[in-house]
């Protein structure tokens, strides 16, 4: 008779960086219907002593039979843990353990945002727009356009 997937075994991180974790795992026996998604819990640790209430946490849904998975965006320099479980026609198995803590990298410089691109303008306004930049694990407090007559800024 076919079943819910067994539980995978612990996922490990295999990568971090300022913002992500790449979480890998072994695919379980699927108990004769395919896996169809994975379920991915994370959750900070107590480690840093911040209470329940303010530590980050989430889920992740997979989808496809894959075996890893970026998990983003998660909080620099904080320690996680994550489980998965496996889902099939016959619904999600059971959870896997948990992870060993992994902690995301120190936050890092933003990256370089989008060409800005020219809307409209009359008189006295100049009006354009520009793709966020990712923020690599710190608040962008500021972002300055330079606007110059000339395409050398001179």
Same mark, same amino acid.
Request: net charge negative; glycine share 6%.
């Given at each position: 008779?076919?079943?819910?997937?067994?539980? $995978? *075994? %612990?996922? %490990? @991180? &295999?990568? #971090? /960086?300022?913002?992500?974790?790449?979480?890998? =795992?072994? &695919?379980?026996?699927?108990?004769?219907?395919?896996?169809?998604?994975?379920?991915?819990?994370?959750?900070?640790?107590?480690?840093d002593g911040r209470p329940?209430?303010?530590?980050?946490? /989430?889920?992740?849904? #997979?989808? /496809? %039979?894959?075996?890893?998975?970026?998990?983003? +965006?998660?909080?620099?320099?904080?320690?996680?843990?994550?489980?998965?479980?496996?889902?099939?026609a016959c619904g999600i198995?059971?959870?896997? $353990? =948990?992870?060993? $803590?992994?902690? &995301? /990298?120190?936050?890092?410089?933003?990256?370089?945002p989008s060409v800005p691109?020219? !809307?409209?303008?009359?008189?006295?306004? &100049?009006? *354009?727009? =520009?793709?966020?930049?990712?923020?690599?694990? @710190?608040? !962008?407090?500021?972002?300055? #356009?330079? #606007?110059?007559?000339? +395409?050398?800024?001179?």
């Amino acid at each position: 008779k076919n079943s819910v997937p067994t539980a $995978p *075994a %612990r996922p %490990r @991180a &295999i990568d #971090v /960086g300022p913002t992500h974790a790449k979480l890998s =795992w072994m &695919i379980p026996y699927d108990s004769g219907e395919p896996i169809t998604h994975f379920w991915i819990n994370f959750a900070e640790t107590e480690t840093d002593g911040r209470p329940e209430s303010e530590r980050h946490n /989430g889920e992740v849904l #997979v989808t /496809g %039979r894959r075996h890893h998975c970026i998990v983003i +965006p998660l909080l620099s320099e904080r320690e996680y843990v994550a489980q998965i479980a496996a889902e099939n026609a016959c619904g999600i198995g059971t959870y896997s $353990p =948990w992870s060993k $803590p992994f902690r &995301i /990298g120190r936050a890092e410089l933003p990256l370089t945002p989008s060409v800005p691109t020219f !809307i409209s303008s009359d008189l006295h306004n &100049i009006v *354009a727009r =520009w793709n966020q930049p990712e923020h690599m694990g @710190a608040e !962008i407090l500021e972002q300055i #356009v330079r #606007v110059s007559k000339t +395409p050398d800024f001179q």
